[in-house]
């Protein structure tokens, strides 16, 4: 199924695309797609509905976030070899982690604010996975059936806080908007093989990075089993799986960094895309 939240920022309602290809408002079955609504139990009684029979959703309607309440958003540093290698960084023996603020989560097409003082707030197009089932210290033979779908991410970098002074990644990673999630959260029966989807993003209509999941590091299963020996993973949870060569930070002979009025779109094989307007911030 290709689940998604659409209406007003903060309230969301849950949707689904039915076998026609039209968005149907679920609400009245499901409160929505966050915490324990995203279970394989809750998942399956909806595979059982007559979706045709739900509301259409009308057109032009806003596209939230494919994931709400989300408690945890982990993401995974230098996770592609050649994007270590334009990093001028070693390729890691184990995963990276660092952590994303949840409150950076917004619709994936919502507008990209780049925040005060930004000099070089840069785009990293991302496979996201979203946790279905608690999880703590499961195995990597077991890690697929935590999972409740995957999503496209942009992870939003600010180069200038995450890397220079103290040097602590959150601190360029979790601005506000700085995590666009969506537009759908793909279930894993859609998708035949996580490790062999397309990569892409534009800034501008020029094409900056271009890569495939089949060049990670550290795969899917590998990713929720290594991360679930340090913490419970919790329905709704988020891991961001890194990135393919191509960022700002590595272009030459000069980097090139996100301007007010940049235009940038992205997208993954079978999970959609998504567009984002760059405006200065407003807060």
Known sequence: MKLFRFGKTGYERPGVIDNEGMPRDVSPLIEDFSGTHLCRTSLARLRTVDLQSLPQIPPRMRIGPCVGGTRNFIAVGLNYADHAAES????????????????????????????????????????????????????????????????????????????????????????????????WLVTPDEIEDVQSLSLWLDVNGQPMQRGSTATMIFGVRHLVAYISQFMTLEPGDVITTGTPPGVGLGKKPTPIYLQPGDIVTLGIDQLGSQRQRCVPSSR
């Open 88 to 183: 001028a960084l070693a390729i890691p023996s184990e995963p990276v982690l660092f952590n994303k603020a949840p409150s950076c989560i917004v619709g994936p097409n919502d507008d990209l604010e780049l925040p005060p003082g930004s000099r070089k707030t840069d785009w990293e197009v991302e496979l996201a996975i979203v946790i279905g089932e608690y999880a703590y210290g499961v195995k990597e033979s077991a890690a697929l059936d935590v999972i409740a779908g995957y999503c496209v991410c942009h992870d939003v970098s600010e180069r200038a806080l995450q890397l220079e002074g103290t040097g602590q990644w959150m601190k360029g990673k979790g601005c506000p908007s700085f995590g666009p999630l969506g537009p």
